[in-house]
């Protein structure tokens, strides 16, 4: 059973920094994309970035030059570095992977992040 465990949400006060990590387990296929997601109270989920196999990566507008995304493929495991956080960043921040091959799409549980005015 694939399951997808997200660790190192919290709250911080604005302008600081948090590091979210997303280890994928009993994965027997290849993994194109993994990424993170977030939901604010009241809003629709949107994406805060994705890092595809070969390392390619795409940001959220509002997030762009405040958060990066890593992967380790061998462990099959995301990063998100947060830095420079807002009070607007505050929502669950959900891990999504996807494979092609296996047809697979799969979400955390997520993890909740609050930044403090």
């Known amino acids: 059973q694939v399951q997808l465990v997200e660790s190192g949400g919290g709250l911080v006060q604005a302008g600081g920094s948090l590091r979210l990590s997303c280890a994928a387990s009993?994965?027997?296929?290849?993994?194109?994309?993994m990424g993170w997601y977030r939901q604010a109270p009241g809003k629709q989920r949107e994406l805060v970035a994705k890092i595809t196999s070969a390392g390619i990566t795409i940001y959220g507008d509002s997030v762009k030059g405040r958060f990066t995304i890593s992967r380790d493929n061998a462990k099959n495991t995301v990063f998100l570095q947060m830095s420079s956080l807002k009070p607007e960043d505050t929502a669950v921040y959900y891990c999504?992977?996807?494979?092609?091959?296996?047809?697979?799409?799969?979400w955390g549980q997520g993890t909740q992040v609050t930044v403090s005015s």
């Open positions: 999504n992977a996807r494979s092609q091959v296996a047809g697979f799409n799969g």
């Open positions: 009993g994965i027997i296929f290849t993994i194109n994309d």
